[in-house]
């Protein structure tokens, strides 16, 4: 693993978290996305060589819906960023981690990514991010 690439907090309200963000870093996000197939709009705010993900729910049956309802609002993962995300969703395989994703598949900003389940990381949901090359 290369650094921490991302945390990604869980929101009820994008736009007001946005703005409470955007107060508190000092500086405003830089990126909007929606991921469909997540059902999630997120934000992204810099800090140095590290990143903020605000997610909010686009319905109900959403994970960070769930996430919320269960939980409430606040850090929902940890990111890390990878150079070779198959070699290291194998070695992590081997090592008795539990993958929630048999392949990556795409994820917001650019990024091939494969989450860890929260039972075998201690509970805290962990994500593989790779850059997409073009």
Known sequence: MLKIEHIGIAVKNIEQSNELFGKLLGAAHYKMEEVASESVKTSFFKIG????????ATNDTSPIAKFIEKKGEGIHHIAYDVS???????????????????????????????????????????????????
């Open 49 to 56: 060589e590290s990143k903020i993900e605000l997610l909010e």
């Open 84 to 134: 070779d995300i198959l070699s290291e969703m194998n070695r992590l395989k081997n090592e008795g981690f539990i993958l929630l994703n048999a392949t990556p598949k795409k994820g917001a900003d650019n990024k091939l990514v494969c989450f860890l389940h929260p039972k075998s990381t201690n509970g805290v949901l962990v994500e593989l991010c790779q850059e997409i090359k073009d």
